[in-house]
Nanobody, 122 residues
């Protein structure tokens, strides 16, 4: 069982930046970030492959940067140029069990953090 703990959420004005962190209790492979979308659906934000390659959703590409510190079992999401529509809960995910490239499906992840809230004001 892997436990995940997010931190770094908060309130910023549009155009500002935040850095989210996620700490895992043990070494994991793929890791991802999701955010709460409409109708209780979790929207995929980004995934980092076991080889260190990050993948991003079109909605955040060019603004968000994902990185990891494998030695510390930590995952980061640097969010720049934040927009009001980025406001929601953000969740860290680990334990990917799907086929390659299906990391955008929340059902393919076994472990989740409790989330951290991001609020972007105009």
């Amino acid at each position: 069982q892997v436990q995940l703990a997010e931190s770094g959420g908060g309130s910023v004005q549009a155009g500002g930046s935040l850095r989210l962190s996620c700490e895992a209790t043990s070494r994991v492979g793929y890791m991802g970030w999701f955010r709460q979308g409409q109708v209780l659906r979790r929207e995929w934000v980004a995934t980092i492959h076991t080889d260190g390659t990050p993948y991003y959703s079109d909605s955040v590409k060019g603004r968000f940067t994902m990185s990891r510190d494998s030695d510390k079992n930590r995952l980061y999401l640097q969010m720049n140029e934040l927009k009001p529509e980025d406001s929601t809960m953000y969740y860290c995910a680990a334990g990917f069990v799907g086929f390659e490239g299906t990391w955008d499906l929340s059902g393919n992840w076994r472990y989740w953090g409790q989330g951290t809230r991001v609020t972007v004001s105009t």
